[in-house]
C-alpha cells in the first residue's frame, strides 16, 4: 500500500492567516494528488485534484503544488468557514489511500 | 451533479455481516466514468478506503480488510452493495459510499452523506 504522511496533525490559525498543510506519500505517485475537507458531521468535500487543479466551486484562496512525493495545501487568507479537518488522497494505486488528517482550529 | 445516498441497519451484531445499499441518482452506475466505492471512517478518527467496482466488474478491496468485503452492483436498480462480513467492534464506523471518477486525475467528487453502523450485541 502506499502510506500518506500528512503534517501538521492538527494547528491553531487566525482569521486571516496562510495556513500550509503537507502531504508525503511513501512512493512516487507523480501528480495523483486530491485534497479533501471535512467539516463536523459531513462528508469530505473534493478541493483540489491532480495536485493542483481546483475543483469547480471552490474559493481560490486554495491551492495545491507538488509531485513525486511531496505536496502541499495552502489557504491563503483563512476564513471562518475554513476551519475543518484536511485529508490528502492518492489515486496513483487502485487501492486508494488516505493521509491521516490535518485539524485546522481557531486560535 | 451525482447523488448518492446510503441506506441498511444502523446496528449490527458481532460476527454478523454489514450489509449496506447506495442508491444513485445523476447518472447511470453502467457510466464508464466511474468506480464505485465504499470508504468508512471510525468516529473520531480519519479515513479508510474499503472497495470499489467498476461496471465491468473489476474489483479493488482493501487487504487490511482480510477478503470480508463483497461490493456489487445492481444496474436494474442504480445501486451498489456493500457487505462486510464477520464484524467486530473495530468495523463500527460511518459508511460512505462515493463515486471515484476513474479519467485523468481520479478523484472521489460525490459522496453520500453516511450512514454510521455500530457493531454490538
Known amino acids: 500500500d502506499i502510506q500518506m504522511t500528512q503534517s501538521p496533525s492538527s494547528l491553531y490559525a487566525s482569521v486571516g492567516d496562510r495556513v500550509i498543510i503537507t502531504c508525503r506519500a511513501s512512493q512516487s505517485i507523480t501528480r495523483y494528488l486530491n485534497w479533501y475537507q471535512q467539516k463536523p458531521g459531513k462528508a469530505p468535500n473534493l478541493l483540489i485534484y491532480?495536485?493542483?487543479t481546483l475543483q469547480s466551486g471552490v474559493p481560490s484562496r486554495f491551492s495545491g503544488s507538488g509531485s513525486g512525493t511531496d505536496f502541499t495545501l495552502t489557504i491563503t487568507s483563512l476564513q471562518p468557514e475554513d476551519f475543518a479537518t484536511y485529508y490528502c488522497q492518492q489515486s496513483f494505486a487502485a487501492l486508494r489511500t488516505f493521509g491521516q488528517g490535518t485539524k485546522v482550529e481557531i486560535k | 451533479q451525482l447523488q448518492l445516498q446510503e441506506s441498511g441497519p444502523g446496528l449490527v451484531k458481532p460476527s454478523e455481516t454489514l450489509s449496506l445499499t447506495c442508491s444513485v441518482s445523476?447518472?447511470?452506475?453502467?457510466?464508464?466514468?466511474?468506480?464505485w466505492g465504499w470508504i468508512r471512517q471510525p468516529p473520531g478518527k480519519g479515513l479508510e478506503y474499503i472497495g470499489s467496482m467498476y461496471v465491468s466488474g473489476s474489483t479493488y478491496d482493501n487487504p487490511s480488510l482480510k477478503s470480508r468485503v463483497t461490493i456489487s452492483l445492481d444496474t436494474s436498480k442504480n445501486q451498489f452493495s456493500l457487505k462486510l462480513s464477520s464484524v467486530t467492534d473495530a468495523d463500527t464506523a460511518i459508511y460512505y459510499c462515493?463515486?471515484?471518477?476513474?479519467?485523468?486525475?481520479?478523484?472521489?467528487?460525490?459522496w453520500g452523506q453516511g450512514t454510521l453502523v455500530t457493531v454490538s450485541s
Open positions: 462515493a463515486s471515484d471518477f476513474w479519467s485523468g486525475y481520479s478523484r472521489i467528487e460525490s
Open positions: 491532480g495536485a493542483s
Open positions: 445523476g447518472d447511470s452506475i453502467s457510466s464508464r466514468n466511474y468506480y
